[in-house]
């Protein structure tokens, strides 16, 4: 499975994101409280906003302009208005870098 180096794994603080963007595409990158890292679309379904202005919390991140939460592992929404998942990726870590795979 190909993978792309995204950043250092030290660039992104736990419970946290970082914004990356590859061609027209743009990811939320989340470090989570397991030491775990994860992508996630960084637009959210509802509102079409950026991650930018967010509140992370244990494995959820919750978008400001409508309070509307998600579980950032698996991109499962929690309630309204929010009513459409975030697509996830897969995250790897080697070499102390966050890689992202493509199947």
Same mark, same amino acid.
């Given at each position: 499975?190909?993978? *792309?180096?995204?950043? =250092?794994?030290? /660039? #992104? /603080?736990?419970?946290?994101? *970082?914004?990356?963007?590859?061609?027209?595409?743009? !990811?939320? *990158?989340? !470090? +989570?409280?397991?030491?775990?890292?994860?992508?996630?679309? /960084? &637009?959210?379904? $509802? +509102? @079409?906003? $950026?991650?930018?202005?967010?509140?992370?919390?244990?494995?959820? #991140?919750?978008?400001? @302009? $409508? #309070? +509307?939460? !998600?579980?950032?592992? =698996? +991109?499962?929404?929690? $309630?309204?208005?929010?009513?459409?998942?975030?697509?996830?990726?897969?995250? @790897?870590?080697?070499?102390? &870098?966050? &890689?992202?795979?493509? /199947?």
């Amino acid at each position: 499975m190909p993978c *792309i180096d995204v950043c =250092s794994a030290d /660039e #992104i /603080e736990r419970e946290d994101l *970082i914004r990356w963007d590859n061609g027209d595409s743009t !990811f939320a *990158i989340y !470090f +989570g409280t397991d030491c775990d890292f994860c992508f996630t679309d /960084e &637009l959210c379904t $509802h +509102g @079409k906003v $950026h991650v930018a202005d967010r509140l992370v919390m244990d494995d959820q #991140i919750e978008y400001p @302009k $409508h #309070i +509307g939460p !998600f579980v950032f592992r =698996s +991109g499962r929404t929690l $309630h309204a208005p929010v009513c459409e998942d975030l697509v996830t990726c897969p995250a @790897k870590f080697a070499d102390g &870098l966050v &890689l992202m795979s493509f /199947e």
